[in-house]
């Protein structure tokens, strides 16, 4: 039987999917996209400046639920969001039935600084 902290998490977790959730998939490494709901942290986003002005690394954080993300996380797993692969760099945390995942993206940048060619 569930303890009612667990409860209460669930239930948590469940509001805040449907309120700020989004339909991404995560194809794990060798295998097939699988549809989850996340919620994802556009705010979270920080940019990287590589050893040529050109290329930046993106990262941002996203929450799945747990049960939804059944595979552990392994580097290199993809996460497509909004038709744009983002690489799942690592497990922040799994806290209350939510898994958190750090994932990344590659870009070119002219020398304006505009995106002129993003990973897909």
């Known amino acids: 039987m569930a303890s009612a902290f667990d409860t209460a998490m ?3 977790n469940a509001s805040m999917l449907a309120r700020f ?3 991404i998939s995560i194809t794990p490494m060798g295998g097939a ?3 989850v709901t996340a919620v994802v942290d ?3 986003v920080m940019v990287e400046q590589l050893e040529r002005d050109t290329d930046a690394v993106y990262t941002m954080t996203i929450h799945v639920q747990e049960s939804d993300y059944a595979t552990r996380t392994m580097k ?3 996460a497509t969001i909004d038709g744009a692969s ?3 760099d690592e497990e922040l945390a799994v806290e209350a039935g939510m898994v958190t995942l750090s ?3 590659r870009t070119t940048v002219d020398k304006h600084g ?3 060619r993003m990973e897909r």
């Open 21 to 23: 959730g989004e339909s």
């Open 86 to 88: 983002w690489h799942v």
């Open 76 to 78: 290199r797993d993809v």
């Open 10 to 12: 669930a239930a948590r």
């Open 114 to 116: 505009n995106n002129a």
């Open 42 to 44: 556009r705010e979270s």
């Open 103 to 105: 994932v990344k993206r």
């Open 33 to 35: 996209a699988t549809p």
